[in-house]
T-cell receptor, first 114, second 112 residues
Framework: EVQLVESGGDLVRPGGSLRISCAAS????????MNWVRQAPGKGLEWIGR??????????DYAAPVKGRFTISRDDSRNTLYLQMNSLKTEDTAVYYC?????RGQGTLVTVSS | DIVMTQSPASLAVSLGARATINCRSS????????????FAWYQQKPGQPPKVIVS???ARESGVPDRFSGSGSGTDFTLTISSLQAEDVALYYC?????????FGQGTKVEI
């Protein structure tokens, strides 16, 4: 059974940085292209980026609101996906989910506030 | 980018009655090489993460009651709740995962 467990969410000041993680199990993580999706409080779901498998080049691409500030990486030896978030803004406040194709995790809450 | 248009925005249905939610994508999400629609439906209740109830347009997830069914192909999709129960009150979202950026519908609020 596919399991994706997000962690690392925290309260961060505007302009600050945070790295969140997604621990994967139940499938061959190294073969999958992985995505991050977020949901701001009271809002809809927003795709923010994807990283390809290493065998497909390992490149990442991002949605416009986070491009240049967020970086997706992966550690296939640890079956873990990461999202490094820099220059955080209050509008980045959201629950963040990782996903292969559909959201299956509980998410981790990132709050950006002074 | 593929645009998802979900309707209606809200829906009030009597207990035991049928509820129907529609979603249209601006481009086909049917992958011809495997004949699969890269399309899903979610249910979200207050304070909870979205729960996928249908993937691949019509494959009901394990544990989801059979009163929920997904149908459609290409660009037009429907989620049907055949006999609405009190516990089905929630927000429902559609999603395409055919290509990035993934897009989600705006949501449909289902009430009794």
């Amino acid at each position: 059974e596919v399991q994706l467990v997000e962690s690392g969410g925290d309260l961060v000041r505007p302009g600050g940085s945070l790295r969140i993680s997604c621990a994967a199990s139940g499938f061959t993580f190294s073969k999958e292209w992985m995505n991050w999706v977020r949901q701001a409080p009271g809002k809809g779901l927003e795709w923010i980026g994807r990283i390809k498998s290493r065998s497909d080049g390992g490149a990442a691409d991002y949605a416009a609101p986070v491009k240049g500030r967020f970086t997706i990486s992966r550690d296939d030896s640890r079956n873990t996906l990461y999202l490094q978030m820099n220059s955080l803004k209050t509008e980045d406040t959201a629950v963040y989910y990782c996903a292969i194709d559909v959201i299956r995790g509980q998410g981790t809450l990132v709050t950006v506030s002074s | 980018d593929i645009v998802m248009t979900q309707s209606p925005a809200s829906l009030a249905v009597s207990l035991g009655a049928r509820a129907t939610i529609n979603c249209r994508s601006s481009q086909s999400v049917l992958f011809s090489s495997n004949n699969k629609n890269y399309f899903a439906w979610y249910q979200q209740k207050p304070g909870q993460p979205p729960k996928v109830i249908v993937s691949w347009a019509s494959a009901r997830e394990s544990g989801v009651p059979d009163r929920f069914s997904g149908s459609g192909s290409g660009t037009d999709f429907t989620l049907t709740i055949s006999s609405l129960q009190a516990e089905d009150v929630a927000l429902y979202y559609c999603q395409q995962y055919y290509s990035t950026p993934w897009r989600f519908g705006q949501g449909t609020k289902v009430e009794i």
